[in-house]
């Protein structure tokens, strides 16, 4: 069974940390491309930040240069570290994967969330003072 969960999620301060970590199992994350994705209430889930198997990435533009996706295939798992954190990033948190087979990097490289098979259950993050 193939299943993804989140975890890291939290209250955190603007301008503050958080790191979002997301554990693989059923399944090696070697072989497949990745993706942290949100949905705040009222709005549609979006692409954060994705990841391919060979390590190529792609961010949204609100989130460049405070939001870093990278993995780990030994841990099979994937971390989405987040600084400088504002009221904005408050929503649910998602981890996703596509297999390579599946979905080559350049039909995946938009982090469109309708991409991505696999779904993690979700990490609540409140940035909030």
């Known amino acids: 069974q193939l299943q993804l969960v989140e975890s890291g999620g939290g209250l955190v301060q603007p301008g503050g940390s958080l790191r979002l970590s997301c554990v693989a199992s059923?399944?090696?994350?070697?072989?497949?491309?990745i993706g942290w994705f949100r949905q705040a209430p009222g709005k549609e889930r979006e692409g954060v930040s994705c990841?391919?198997?060979?390590?190529?990435?792609n961010s949204a533009d609100s989130v460049k240069g405070r939001f870093t996706i990278s993995r780990d295939n030994v841990a099979n798992t994937v971390y989405l570290q987040m600084n400088s954190l504002k009221p904005e990033d408050t929503a649910v948190y998602y981890c996703?994967?596509?297999?390579?087979?599946?979905?080559?990097?350049?039909?995946?490289?938009?982090?469109?969330?309708?991409?991505?098979?696999?779904w993690g259950q979700g990490t609540q993050v409140t940035v909030s003072s």
């Open positions: 996703a994967a596509v297999h390579i087979t599946r979905r080559s990097w350049p039909m995946v490289s938009s982090c469109a969330p309708n991409r991505y098979d696999v």
């Open positions: 990841l391919s198997s060979g390590d190529s990435t």
């Open positions: 059923g399944f090696s994350l070697d072989y497949y491309h």
